[in-house]
Nanobody, 124 residues
Framework: QVQLVESGGGLVQPGGSLRLSCAASGSITGVYAMGWYRQAPGNERELVATITKSGSTNYADSVKGRFTISRDNAKNTVYLQMNNVKPEDTALYYC??????????????????WGQGTQVTVSS
């Protein structure tokens, strides 16, 4: 199993900064990408940012230019640097790990793993 533990959430003022961390442990050899998703009350869970093991990144349009995702493969940890936060960033932020496993010589199966979430509240 893959275990994910998020940390770094909290209360922050609009325009402030926050850094989230997610440490992965367990059977992580097949994890090729990690990322952050968020869910606000009444909303569906949405992608915030992802990063592959090779360093390719993807961001939601709403956070481009403000958030930066990074990964320390040696520490099996992914970070989300949140700058210039807005009230609409308030949500429960979940760490995600995408894993691939061989099903055959020519096929793989993808799996998603989720952390418990860390609350980010942007308010003055």
């Amino acid at each position: 199993q893959v275990q994910l533990v998020e940390s770094g959430g909290g209360l922050v003022q609009p325009g402030g900064s926050l850094r989230l961390s997610c440490a992965a442990s367990g059977s992580i050899t097949g994890v090729y990408a990690m990322g952050w998703y968020r869910q606000a009350p009444g909303n569906e869970r949405e992608l915030v940012a992802t990063i592959t093991k090779s360093g390719s990144t993807n961001y939601a349009d709403s956070v481009k230019g403000r958030f930066t995702i990074s990964r320390d493969n040696a520490k099996n940890t992914v970070y989300l640097q949140m700058n210039n936060v807005k009230p609409e960033d308030t949500a429960l932020y979940y760490c995600n790990a995408q894993e691939v496993r061989l099903r055959s010589d020519y096929d793989v199966q993808g799996y998603n793993h989720w952390g418990q979430g860390t609350q980010v509240t942007v308010s003055s």
